[in-house]
T-cell receptor, first 112, second 113 residues
Framework: AQSVSQHNHHVILSEAASLELGCNYS??????LFWYVQYPGQHLQLLLK??????LVKGIKGFEAEFIKSKFSFNLRKPSVQWSDTAEYFC??????????FGGGTRLMVKP | DTGVSQDPRHKITKRGQNVTFRCDPI?????LYWYRQTLGQGPEFLTY????????KSRLLSDRFSAERPKGSFSTLEIQRTEQGDSAMYLC???????????FGPGTRLTVL
């Protein structure tokens, strides 16, 4: 069975600080990787995804993630966070288009 | 706009009652997934459909839960004899034929008293 772990449960940053959220998964086969974001009071939204090709993927709102196959990792990054990035971030993985397995989420608070 | 609506958005019920939720994708999607999310956790897979066929069910889906997708478009999730542990956000996520990218609806928040 596949599993996803997100190391940081809560992160507090000041505006303009750089962000990196860790995500590791366990699955031996080919996987698709996702980051979803949930802003306060809103539904889950897709931030970015990786299926194949360039392991550095760019998403919406200046976010990017790097797939490192040897480390089973898919960390999310943003060079300079804004107050509006305050949200909960979920890493997820699936294989061959099946159900998603999510990590426990990281709650990010950006102080203005 | 998520491309999918869920109804109701909130449901409060008493323990032992039956509840039914509905998920309506705006456009055609071959696959439709149901997930459950409790506070402070990531969503957990419940079941999914390929057109009308229910192809996989999680062990989380006890026999009190049943889901249908009669015409391959909208889907319903019914919980019979609700328990307090069923309190959660129930999410549906339509997907294309490959099932690779799932876009989530706003969810139905269930509270069982």
């Amino acid at each position: 069975a596949q599993s996803v772990s997100q190391h940081n449960h809560h992160v507090i940053l000041s505006e303009a600080a750089s962000l990196e959220l860790g995500c590791n998964y366990s699955y031996g086969g080919t996987v698709n990787l996702f980051w979803y974001v949930q802003y306060p009071g809103q539904h889950l939204q897709l931030l970015l995804k990786y299926f194949s090709g360039d392991p550095l993927v760019k998403g919406i709102k200046g976010f990017e993630a790097e797939f490192i196959k040897s480390k089973f990792s898919f960390n999310l990054r943003k060079p300079s966070v804004q107050w509006s990035d305050t949200a909960e971030y979920f890493c997820a993985v699936n294989n061959a288009g099946n159900m998603l397995t999510f990590g426990g989420g990281t709650r990010l608070m950006v102080k203005p | 706009d998520t491309g999918v609506s869920q109804d109701p958005r909130h449901k409060i019920t008493k323990r032992g009652q039956n509840v039914t939720f509905r998920c309506d994708p705006i456009s055609e999607h071959n696959r439709l997934y149901w997930y459950r999310q409790t506070l402070g956790q990531g969503p957990e897979f419940l079941t999914y459909f390929q057109n009308e066929a229910q192809l996989e069910k999680s062990r989380l889906l006890s026999d009190r839960f049943s889901a249908e997708r009669p015409k391959g478009s909208f889907s319903t999730l019914e919980i019979q004899r609700t328990e307090q542990g069923d309190s959660a956000m129930y999410l549906c996520a339509p997907s294309g034929s490959t099932g690779d990218t799932q876009y989530f609806g706003p969810g139905t928040r269930l509270t069982v008293l």
